[in-house]
């Protein structure tokens, strides 16, 4: 399922009240306490329906989790006021393996800014940006030496589905140096500024 499907369905159980439970303290009609004790007093904890986690909030700062239903850490970061909008930096969490996949930027709940993605061990595999929830610019790779191995590049298309369209990938390891002469089925190439350029004979 798309990643802002999910967001989407996530944020809109948060603000469907008959779903969500807080840990705040109640009484029945004789006065006794209901309430669920709380072990940090500054931590909000809200559910889905059926019971499950849905996020914890920090009051005083406004630190956030927020999970999937069957317990397992979505995003994490920080809320900039109580209506939960995700605004700023938030790290995705793998929801198998339980490491920091991404730190994605928001703006009103929609991906927009700088993208980062990272391997397991926590080292760096991609960088780039996204505009409304899509690549929008270079997106670079990296090796696990950290060295830039790949460039996809993005340009604005309204024609496409996402509204942006991949028009390149570059490969830096089968780049030559300028002047580099290639011979390919049959056709010559010459390397000028990191691409090879077809050598058309004259006539």
Known sequence: MDKRIILA???ALACNNKGVIQNDETSDKEGRDTSVAVVNPEIIK??????ALFREINSTNLDGKIYTNDGRLFLKGRFNDTTYTL???WEEWDRVENYRRFDLTYVNNIEIGPFTSYRKDGKLYAKGMKMNGVFSDTLKFYDKEGKLFELQLYI???KEKNGTKLIKTIYLSKIRSDGT???RKGKMYKWEDGES??????K
Do not use: F, M, S, T
């Open 9 to 11: 369905l996530l944020i």
């Open 46 to 51: 809200q559910y889905y329906q059926d019971g």
């Open 87 to 89: 605004n700023g930096v």
């Open 156 to 158: 604005p298309d309204a």
């Open 181 to 183: 002469i290639e011979k």
């Open 197 to 202: 350029k077809l050598i058309v004979p004259e």
